[in-house]
């Protein structure tokens, strides 16, 4: 049997690269919230612009990262929030809309069905207005529940 050129297993590769990642939603464990809530859905059933926000995660997944070019929509976080990805969309009055996602490319490895897209959790602010460093604060404690087990915990 004749060994396939580094070219072809390349282009293989790009192309299963290529291949639609999973949208999951975090939910949380019994041990940390005995009702399993979960957050980033809870954000978007409030949420005036949930479907706004879910065509970006959407989008994000179908490109699948790191190619997708945000536009100004899907943003890697920095600093403390190094890890998040942010999905951003503005409503009415301008308002500011978040979606924080964490990104995981082995998502086999840690009970997922493949790469895919974790939704954490949502917040808004006022046009021109910042999170407190008690919201993110909060964001990074449910990162890291949810990066604590392994399967991950995901709503199924």
Known sequence: MAKKSSVHTAQSDRTQSRDPWLIHFFRRHPDDDPGQAVPARDYLDECKVAARLLAVVKAVADTPPPAFAGGGKWEAMHDDMAGFYEARVDGPQR???????????????????????????????????????SDYERVRRLGAEYRSRIPRSVLR
Do not use: N, Q, W
Not at 101 to 117: N, Q
């Open 95 to 133: 308002r500011h809309y978040r979606l924080f996602c964490i990104l995981e490319r082995e998502g086999s490895d840690l009970g997922l069905r493949g790469p895919g897209v974790v939704l954490i959790t949502g917040m808004d602010k006022p046009f021109r207005s910042t999170f407190s460093a």
